[in-house]
């Protein structure tokens, strides 16, 4: 199974590029014969997690954690366990920050972390939501 960015990320795509990037995502789960992004990473040993993440007030629903080995582990809030749709696009948005790692045994950040990788990754998640014809949520991130 090929992974669509075989190049880590040294910067953030035009607009144009994430919905490419999002879209051939999409086509390789086709392929595959699957629609659920979280199936997908996990047969290639990512981790889809739910715990309490903050308390009620918090504003964090979803981070990414390297494990090593080009996989990660993709911690939601237990606040959206029961919302798919949610799940998948958190799923996508955590997804589009592996993109910016390297790992060559030990996952290395080739860029800092700004606020403007936010807006990519929201962005990923959207065109991947609506690549697969799935409602975009405007509150998700």
């Known amino acids: 199974m090929e992974v669509i960015a075989t190049q880590p990320l040294r ?30 990473l996990i047969r290639r040993g990512w981790e889809v997690v739910f715990q309490p993440l903050g308390d009620e007030a918090s ?17 939601i809030t237990s606040r959206c366990a ?11 948005h955590e997804y589009a920050h592996s993109l ?13 972390w700004v606020e403007a990788e936010e807006a990519f990754c929201d962005a990923f998640a959207d065109q991947f939501a609506r690549a697969q014809g799935r409602a975009v949520l405007a509150d998700a991130s």
Do not use: C, M, T
């Open 11 to 40: 910067s953030f795509p035009p607009p144009s590029e994430v919905a490419s990037l999002a879209l051939a995502l999409v086509n390789e789960l086709a392929a595959l014969n699957l629609s659920d992004l979280s199936k997908f």
């Open 59 to 75: 504003a964090i629903r979803s981070l990414l954690v390297p494990k090593g080995n080009g996989q990660f582990r993709v911690v």
């Open 82 to 92: 029961y919302e798919p749709e949610r799940v998948e696009w958190l799923v996508a």
């Open 100 to 112: 910016f790692f390297v790992d060559h045994g030990k996952a290395r950040r080739l860029v800092p």
